[in-house]
């Protein structure tokens, strides 16, 4: 009976931790993981702002819009919408640095 016990006993210690095998393994399958996960996530940063430009282009276009069925013309340069309520103060200043306002169509000036 002690040998039986003192055998369970080596049994168990020699088991102890991971085999070299077994870390390669998981090593190897995070190292995949990565590979695959990392360049579709440095791509998000850019398509969000690509989908924000977008929409703001979306707003001013509207709010030229609005103006113009207001019967107030069509607009030439964004600062006439600051003065109808048409965009805030810090829509005109976002506006004025990467858009322009040519014949009542919003265009971005630096599209990449």
């Given at each position: 009976m002690?040998?039986?016990?003192?055998?369970?006993l080596a049994k168990n210690r020699r088991?102890?931790?991971?085999?070299?095998?077994?870390m390669v393994v998981v090593i190897a399958i995070i190292v995949i993981l990565?590979?695959?996960?990392?360049?579709?996530m440095l791509n998000q940063k850019e398509?969000?702002?690509?989908?924000t430009s977008d929409a703001f282009k979306t707003t001013l276009q509207t709010q030229v819009e609005m103006y113009k069925d207001d019967d107030h013309g069509t607009p030439t340069k964004f600062d006439e919408l600051l003065k109808g309520d048409y965009l805030t103060q810090d829509q005109?200043?976002?506006a004025?640095?990467?858009?322009?306002l040519e014949n009542g169509k919003v265009t971005?000036?630096?599209k990449k």
């Open positions: 002690k040998r039986y016990l003192l055998n369970i088991q102890e931790g991971f085999t070299l095998i077994e990565m590979v695959l996960i990392v360049p579709n398509k969000a702002e690509n989908k005109v200043n976002k004025n640095k990467s858009f322009k971005e000036i630096n």
